[in-house]
Every structure is written in structure tokens, then in C-alpha cells.
């Protein structure tokens, strides 16, 4: 993302997802993370660190913008100017997964405590429904 080219005091800057549909997914934003980020001027960059991406397997489109410290004045925007794809072997319904595990109401733990519903790491091996091996792909391109 560039930065404007007069200085700029506590910008904002915004990250908004959507689905190839136009559905609106996730919006992140420094303002609403109390991130002030100073005065910024000249070219630059700001990384965004997601741990884990919970969006189904589709395509999908990232906004990027910075905005004064009100988030009225827009300085630079991208809109849905980057697409990416989540690729996985899950099937499950809707646009994000939701970590879960499954148990009766009479048991007090899971019945399988270390295997929670999570997305795996990439490669990771997991039992399926079987009991045989099965690898878990995860990619985003």
C-alpha cells in the first residue's frame, strides 16, 4: 500500500474481505484495534498478521485504504483490488469455519480430547471417519 506523500498524523489503516458473491466477510482496522501508528510519509508498508484464516474454501477479494484519524477522509484505497483463493479439503457450509468439537451431554470431557474440529495444519495427517490416514491441504494462492 503506499503511503500519501504529505505526511499523514495517525492514519487509519483497513483491511475489508469479500466472498465473490459481494458478501461482506471481515473488516480489521487500526481505529478499532486502538493502533495508532504515528506519522507516516513517503513509501511504506503495513503488515496485517492473521494466525489463523477461518474463510471456507472459495474466492475471495481484500480492500486495502488508508484514512485520516477520523476515517472520514480517504488518502488511498484498493477496492477488492486483491484476490485470493482458499483452497481445503473441509466441507462444511457457509463462508467461516467455526472451531467446535462435538459431546454428549453426559460426558465430561470430549470424547476425543485431543482431536478438536480445527483446521490442520497443512500436510498434517488426521484420522477420517474410517479410521484411515488422510492428509489435510490447506492453501492460499
Avoid at 503506499?2 to 492514519?11: A, E, F, Q, R, S
Avoid at 489463523?52 to 480517504?74: E, F
Avoid at 478438536?116 to 492428509?135: F, K, M, Q, V, Y
Wanted: net charge negative; hydrophobic share 40%.
Amino acid at each position: 500500500m503506499l503511503w500519501h506523500t504529505t505526511p499523514i498524523d495517525h492514519p487509519q489503516f483497513a483491511i475489508d474481505i469479500h466472498n465473490a458473491d459481494g458478501v461482506y466477510c471481515a473488516g480489521i482496522n487500526t481505529r478499532m484495534d486502538d493502533r495508532d501508528l504515528g506519522r507516516v510519509s513517503g513509501d511504506g508498508y503495513v503488515d496485517l498478521v492473521i494466525p489463523k484464516l477461518w474463510l471456507l474454501p472459495g474466492a475471495y477479494s481484500i480492500s486495502v485504504g488508508i484514512l485520516d484519524a477520523s476515517s472520514v477522509k480517504t488518502y488511498d484505497l484498493h477496492l477488492r483490488a486483491y484476490p485470493f483463493s482458499v483452497l481445503s479439503e473441509r466441507r462444511d457450509y457457509g463462508i467461516v469455519y467455526l472451531e467446535h468439537d462435538w459431546r454428549r451431554a453426559d460426558e465430561a470431557e470430549p470424547a476425543h480430547p485431543a482431536r478438536t474440529h480445527g483446521l490442520a495444519a497443512p500436510g498434517a495427517r488426521r484420522r477420517g471417519a474410517t479410521g484411515a490416514l488422510a492428509t489435510t491441504k490447506q492453501e492460499i494462492s
